[in-house]
């Protein structure tokens, strides 16, 4: 499957580990997906299946996120800088509720609530991993 | 539904072409002068002035990821996590990342290691960027001292250093500070901050506290 140009969502997208890795990382896993690696251009998407989004609970922050499964696949564009990149659903996460109204800016525009989370390789093609977080569209 | 408006591409552009001064960099051998080269790096600066796409005729970067085996001179030998292997130079056009922006010379054979670069002609990857030892793990806290947190990741538990110079929090997303006093047991918290080898313990560089 491509990933196309229909838009998804929006909001702040963070970064994760995952697969076989070095330090705290280690532990991780390979994802509620089975095949998560952090050198792979690869996503958490909230909404995986029902038992992560009870995890997650994006709805309490008022994101009505649809789902979407392992295998999908998304285009995860920078708001300011229009850097782009194609991931695959791999994992669960982020875990929305814990962080309901936090908002990452750039240019004085603002995204809310952390909707994706991505691999270190997939992070990094459109910012850098020392900043954290990113606002980001999301495409389909 | 949440979505926002398009943007077209950011008229932000530097004034050169970022990837073939890169691969410019590292064809002349040049010396390893550190993080700056390319511009500020550190989260406020990354937001305020967003990173450039690179060069639209190469389709994509290269990711590395891994631990530093040997460090030979500014080419980093590193042993990937699924036992490929991956020869990292650094140019004078590397940005150098250990818990705040440095230099190459903070680079230590048993570190771990992201990089994003180019492919070269000879097999290594031209380091645009280099991330040494970075996480960014959701925790809860579990305790509070004055020089460090305690903090279970998972099922493990973590210690997290704080460096009176480096380590900042954000709550919910509001500006960076050196107030670490609204911390609370039992909060969600992400930490980013730099694995420490030596006893598996993180350098705290920020931490975001949550709900």
């Known amino acids: 499957m491509a990933c196309g140009s229909t838009s998804l969502w929006a909001g702040e997208s963070t970064w994760f580990c995952c697969g076989s890795a070095w330090g705290p990382c280690g532990s991780a896993g390979t994802g509620a997906c089975g095949t998560c690696q952090s050198s792979r251009a690869q996503a958490a998407w909230p909404n995986a299946s029902q038992a992560c989004f009870d995890i997650t609970r994006p709805d309490l922050c008022g994101e009505n996120i649809p789902r979407r499964g392992c295998g999908s696949v998304m285009n995860v564009r920078h708001q300011c800088s229009g850097a782009t990149v194609c991931v695959t659903i791999s994992d669960c996460g982020p875990r929305t509720k814990s962080f309901c109204g936090e908002a990452t800016c750039c240019n004085g525009a603002c995204r809310t609530n952390r909707v994706i989370d991505l691999t270190p390789a997939a992070f990094s093609a459109i910012g850098n991993l020392d900043s954290g977080m990113l606002p980001v569209y999301i495409y389909e | ?211």
């Open chain 2, 1 to 211: 539904m949440n979505t926002g408006h398009q943007h077209g591409r950011s008229g932000d552009r530097r004034g050169f072409d970022r990837r073939r001064f890169l691969t410019r960099a590292a064809l002349g051998g040049a010396t390893v002068v550190g993080a700056s080269a390319l511009g500020g790096l550190d989260a406020e600066a990354a937001f305020a002035e967003p990173m450039p796409s690179l060069d639209p005729a190469i389709a994509r970067s290269t990711f590395a990821e891994g631990r530093i085996s040997r460090v030979n001179g500014s080419v980093l030998e590193v042993k990937g996590s699924y036992g490929e292997q991956h020869l990292v130079q650094l140019t004078n056009a590397t940005s150098v990342w250990k818990l705040r922006p440095t230099t190459a010379d903070a680079i230590k054979p048993g570190d771990g290691l992201y990089a994003r670069g180019v492919d070269m002609p000879d097999g290594t990857i031209a380091a645009d960027a280099v991330w040494v030892n970075i996480v960014n793990i959701l925790c809860t806290i579990r305790g509070i001292a004055k020089d460090r947190l305690h903090l279970s990741h998972g099922r493990h538990a973590v210690v997290g250093h704080l460096h009176a110079a480096h380590t900042t929090a954000s709550y919910l997303g509001g500006a960076q500070t050196a107030d670490l006093s609204r911390l609370r047991i039992g909060q969600s918290a992400q930490i980013l901050g730099a694995w420490r080898p030596e006893d598996d313990g993180i350098d705290v560089a920020r931490v975001t506290a949550g709900h």
